[in-house]
């Protein structure tokens, strides 16, 4: 069975208020998405998670941010991706800032809490710096 994206192209616009995309920005969707789906599963791989076909609620989190990773990526260029804009009219001054000028894929803070990635995992790499050392504790 082959690896299916996370999401569709019509989740994408689904979750995309007043985008439209021709035929050749959704085929690029389309890629995008897997690609995307493919990055979130090798993290939640490399930390322990596995993805349960079984659990709607995982599924719909796995859905939202493949969508958010590819509609920041596809955002870069676009209004949607904006920073800042700073304009001055006498002597002539423009700027403007994007969030992610280069397209890449990233996952936010927010993301990364939503799939279980946040942090430490929980307790791995966890210390007890308020006791010390377990050989003082045992003595």
Known sequence: MAFQAFATVQDLLDGWPNKTLNQDEQTAAGALLLR???YIATR???KGIEVDAEDELQALNLKTVTVNMVRRSMSSGDVDGLASVAQTIGSTTAQVSWNNPSGA???ST???EILGL???GGRAGWANLAHGSQEAEQS
């Open 36 to 38: 995307a789906s493919a």
């Open 44 to 46: 939640l791989q490399q």
């Open 105 to 107: 894929f990233y996952l």
């Open 110 to 112: 927010l993301d990364k």
């Open 118 to 120: 946040s942090g430490s």
